[in-house]
């Protein structure tokens, strides 16, 4: 198995220090970049190339929410995971919205966060059950009755398509699974997009988790 690559963004020496060696026991896992900020960071990726990030929010320089807009445009497929003291609803939203992978407590266990960064890097997301609960509390409520209302009219197609997007399944991956063209993959991903007012993945995962589209 080729070894996930691993880049840390935290201000507390101790324990991005203690992160790294943690994450070092594991055989498969390679810790390439340990950034006290986001310009760290940002700056280390010109020279070193990672497959997932565990990022801090509260850092001086860049934060880890400016860090992640950058991120998504310069560096879209590496995968982010935020793994903050700060984990409350709020934070949690903001962080799926921004493209977060997954939102994670530093008070998580240790096997909560060796899952996640195993299945945020094989198969695309990884939510709690505190986490899929805040995006229902936050983003269902009386004012999004219409897209409740949009959703019940994805076709079977879509909700299907809903779900592989959901498991970070790519366009094209998506397209040999299901046995139709990428060019209709696109299609479908349009209108599903039109339907639930959904810009982009991030949008479409956190409508789907909220609305019971798709099971964590």
Not at 20 to 39: C, H, M, Q, W, Y
Not at 147 to 159: F, P
Not at 178 to 195: A, M
């Amino acid at each position: 198995m080729k070894k996930i690559r691993i880049g840390i963004a935290d201000d507390h020496q101790l324990f991005r220090e203690t992160l790294t060696k943690f994450i070092g026991n594991e055989p498969d896992l390679d810790v390439r970049i340990s950034a006290k900020n986001g310009g760290e960071l940002i700056d280390q990726l010109k020279t070193n190339k990672v497959d997932l990030i565990l990022l801090d929010i509260r850092m001086p320089i860049l934060n880890g929410w400016q860090t992640l807009a950058i991120l998504n445009q310069r560096y879209p497929k590496i995968r982010v995971i935020i793994l903050s003291a700060y984990y409350d609803d709020s934070y949690i939203i903001k962080g799926i919205k921004l493209g977060a992978r997954s939102f994670l407590s530093k008070d998580c266990a240790p096997s909560t966060l060796y899952d996640a960064i195993y299945t945020v890097a094989q198969d695309g997301f990884y939510f709690e059950k505190i986490s899929v609960r805040a995006m229902r509390n936050k983003l269902v409520n009386p004012e999004l009755e219409d897209l409740r209302i949009q959703t019940e009219h994805l076709t079977s197609r879509e909700s299907q398509i809903v779900n592989l997007i959901c498991s970070g399944k790519t366009g094209r991956e998506i397209a040999e699974l299901l046995c139709i063209g990428l060019r209709t993959v696109e299609t479908h991903r349009r209108s599903i997009g039109r339907k639930i007012g959904a810009k982009n993945t991030a949008s479409i995962v956190t409508h789907a988790i909220a609305h019971g589209i798709y099971s964590v």
